[in-house]
């Protein structure tokens, strides 16, 4: 079993930044695929970002390619969301999400383990 926690989450103005992380706990020694989704308000979860259990390539949802980066420390057991030029559009809830495996995942049945999320607020 993997535990994930995630933090950072907040209210931003637009144009702001923010940055999420998420913490990993329990049976961390195996490789993991992991990604970022997010659920806006009144609608269903959507992808966000991958990344390979190396960090050694990404894959973004068109509408946050160039603003948001994806990014992991296999060290201290951390995925990161780098978040930047935020939209209201942005305002979700975001999960992050972990998979048994080395590839780029983008479909929620991939995923094995979620957090319970953490919101972001982007107001205009």
């Known amino acids: 079993q993997v535990q994930l926690v995630e933090s950072g989450g907040g209210l931003v103005q637009a144009g702001g930044s923010l940055r999420l992380s998420c913490a990993a706990s329990?049976?961390?020694?195996?490789?993991?695929?992991m990604g970022w989704f997010r659920q806006p308000p009144g609608k269903e979860r959507e992808f966000v970002a991958a990344i390979t259990w190396n960090g050694g390539s990404t894959y973004y949802t068109d509408s946050v390619k160039g603003r948001f980066t994806i990014s992991r420390d296999n060290a201290k057991n951390t995925l990161y969301l780098q978040m930047n030029s935020l939209k209201p559009e942005d305002t979700a809830v975001y999960h992050c999400?972990?998979?048994?495996?080395?590839?780029?995942?983008?479909?929620?049945?991939?995923?094995?383990?979620w957090g319970q999320g953490t919101q972001v607020t982007v107001s205009s």
């Open positions: 329990g049976r961390t020694g195996s490789s993991y695929a």
């Open positions: 999400a972990a998979a048994v495996g080395v590839g780029l995942l983008q479909a929620e049945y991939e995923y094995d383990y």
